[in-house]
């Protein structure tokens, strides 16, 4: 799936398709609720695709059990899909972008 096609792609989900993300996109602006937590994705260039929840468990795996400081930055990529009537963040591979060798 092309950048382009992603842009198209929001807003308009059908609940009965699943999507795969071929683009990395980032966590910002996380927010821990009773389903988990709920973040906005972004495309590299700053552009909102959407809100999405990401599963507590695969929040876990990457040592992050906690809601992340706002200057922490976990770039996910991995796949989308609908559960019920949220989006849901699928995650396959993560990147740790606030740990940068800083030499």
Request: glycine share 4%; with cysteine; proline share 5%.
């Amino acid at each position: 799936m092309t950048y382009t096609r992603l842009t198209h792609l929001h807003g308009c989900f059908d609940p009965s398709r699943e999507y795969t993300v071929e683009a990395s996109i980032m966590i910002q602006d996380e927010q821990q609720t009773s389903q988990g937590l709920r973040a906005v994705l972004t495309l590299d260039d700053g552009t909102a695709l959407m809100t999405a929840l990401v599963e507590p468990p695969l929040y876990a795996e990457v040592g992050a059990d906690r809601l992340l400081p706002s200057e922490d930055r976990l770039r996910f990529t991995g796949r989308l899909d609908l559960e019920e009537n949220e989006p849901r963040l699928i995650v396959q591979t993560v990147h740790d972008l606030s740990k940068r060798d800083t030499r």
